[in-house]
């Protein structure tokens, strides 16, 4: 059977379950409104001046010409029981299934004295475009002497290794660019993604450079002060030359808007469909949803993507999808030419996402420089290969 499917965001997930159910010969719209996409991974090296913005920049032509229907405009309101999407243009859509993946929303409430306003001042550069740009430009205009100070949140976070792979860069930046400046961390956690990688990469490339202050045992950044420049934690006040604030997160608007993000402010889902718990009809991939163990990745996304758009093509036809295995690899560098990883299988346990015990895992912690040279590499593949796919 043919079904009407609406798809809600034109990232890693959204063009990535488009394409699928375009193959697959469903009618499917996919609503972003943006017309160039910029893309998050790799744009920590963009900051530290290594790789043009441009490197980062997608559009939707060839998902066009391949014949999906693009909605060049933001979905405002779904009614989850007439299953009807309605648009800021002014018009509605109706589905049979639909499908979001919106990314997600920057908590403007979390830390007092940062909001809006404040991130352009202290860029988070957690979406990528302007604010990537803007920090790469607040770092190139700092004094010689300057301090960096980078504020991590508490899990569950878009892309978690990003923070500590942003540390690394800077870190690199500074000390090839002006040596006499400061890089302080400040994490909301004391453990995270491939933290054994990080910190005997910085010791041996950063050391006097970057200063890691984990903060855990209640300890978090509380506030901010835009105009002195500060970055106050419960116990003690930094300050800034420049700051990069990384605010807790949760999914996007529109999520709530649809009723299927619960008090987290994620999208808990059925693990074998990515359907919605809290709405029928409505599934939730990439960032947005609760994937358990999944990290929320543009790898994860794409792999969701995948898993979902297959479930909805069997859902349509009347059939009950299999239980899906997934993948996921993050690359981080911590320097040109210095790559880690960290790999993870998934399957649907228990009603959640939960690893396949004894697959996956890092990269090996004592490793000659050719593995972390390869590791570069394959970083760079990965992110031509996964762009062509989604976006080409
Ligand atoms: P997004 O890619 O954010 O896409 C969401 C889309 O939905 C956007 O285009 C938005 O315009 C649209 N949208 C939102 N609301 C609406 C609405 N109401 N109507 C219509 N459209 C809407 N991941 C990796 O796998 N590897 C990496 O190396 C990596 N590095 C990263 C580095 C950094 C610094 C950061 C910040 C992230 C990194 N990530 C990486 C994570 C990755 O970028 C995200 O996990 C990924 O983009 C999630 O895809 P998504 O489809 O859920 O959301």
Known sequence: ARGRVVVVGGGFGGATAARVLHRAGHAVTLIEPAETYWACPFSNEVIAGLRPMSAQAFGYDALRASGVTLARTSAEAIDGAARRVRLADGTSLDYDRLILSPGIALRFDALSGYDAAAAEVMPHAWKAGAQTELLARKLAAMPENGTVVLAVPGNPYRCPPGPYERASLIAHYLKTRKP????????????????????????????????????????????????????????????????????????????SAAGVADRSGWCPIDPVTFESRLVPGIHVVGDAAIAGAMPKSAFAANAEAKVCAEAVIDLLAGRTPEPPKLINTCYSLVAPG???????????????????????????????????????????????????AVFG
């Open 338 to 388: 210095y790559g880690i990883s960290v790999a993870g299988v998934y399957h649907p346990a228990n009603g959640v996402l939960a690893d396949v015990e004894g697959a996956g895992g890092t990269s090996p912690v004592d490793a000659p420089d050719a593995v972390r040279e390869k590791e570069a590499v394959y970083a760079e593949e990965w992110y031509r290969t996964i762009t062509a």
């Open 180 to 255: 006499r400046a400061k890089l302080i961390v400040l994490d909301a956690k004391d453990t995270f993604s491939k933290q054994k990688l990080f910190q005997q990469a910085w010791a041996a490339l950063y050391p006097g450079i970057l200063d890691y202050v984990p903060l855990a045992a209640g300890g978090q950044v509380s506030s901010v002060d835009v105009k002195e420049m500060t970055v106050a934690t419960d116990f003690e006040t930094y300050k800034a030359d420049v700051a990069c604030i990384i605010p807790p997160q949760r999914a996007a608007p529109i999520a």
